[in-house]
């Protein structure tokens, strides 16, 4: 069981991410949220055994940040725990996809790119269900004991809007690749469809 460090990394991630997170990381677990982006009104949802919490949204110039755990971690039933080792943030920008994917894809993988992901190196790189998909390694984020230094993430379109995730796993508790990308593909499914129908914007 990775409960102690997995809690502490998670709350770890919440003071250096999420400036609304609560320092117990005790929060009440829901699987659906409102949000309004750049203008636009979007809903973020959380697939099966993942629960995330609208109080450790983060609001600021650049869109919205948030971050979604294994339910087991917060104070959501134990029967919903998906057994995730690790946590992935999301972000949704205010503004759209710069250019095409592949575009996108050339810049982060460049020396620049690189830099601004805070990471040394590019281990895979690939586009699948309509996202570009990145594996680097770097420093794990902020310097965070306990967190992996390789990290997969996801970059698509979501109703005009950038949207970013981001698996962050635990040191020692790895998610195999595939895994890791069925993971943030779930996750981007089940917010499209949750936007699919969605209220005109206001």
């Known amino acids: 069981m990775c ?42 949802a959380a697939p099966a055994g993942l629960c995330f919490d609208p109080r450790s949204t983060d609001r600021n110039r650049s869109g919205v940040t ?56 590019v281990l895979d790189r690939r586009i699948s269900n309509n996202a570009l998909l990145i594996k680097t390694e770097g420093q794990a984020p902020g310097g965070l004991p306990g967190a992996s230094t390789i990290m997969w993430r996801s970059f698509s379109d979501l109703k005009g809007k950038l949207f970013t995730l981001s698996y962050i796993g635990f040191r020692g508790a790895r998610l195999g690749d595939e895994a890791a990308i069925s993971l943030l593909h779930s996750i981007t499914d089940t917010i499209r469809a949750a936007n699919a129908e969605a209220a005109p914007d206001a």
């Open 66 to 121: 948030f971050l979604f755990a294994d339910c087991a971690l917060t104070d959501a039933a134990p029967s919903q725990s998906l057994s995730l080792k690790g946590v992935v943030t999301a972000h949704v920008s205010n503004d759209g996809l710069p250019g095409t994917l592949e575009d996108l894809g050339d810049f982060l993988t460049s020396e620049g790119g690189l830099a601004l992901l805070g990471s040394a190196k």
């Open 3 to 44: 409960m102690p460090t997995c809690k502490a990394v998670l709350a770890g991630l919440c003071l250096l991410a999420l400036t609304g997170c609560s320092s117990g990381v005790s929060v009440t677990a829901t699987d659906r949220m409102d949000i309004r982006v750049g203008g636009t009104n979007l809903t973020m």
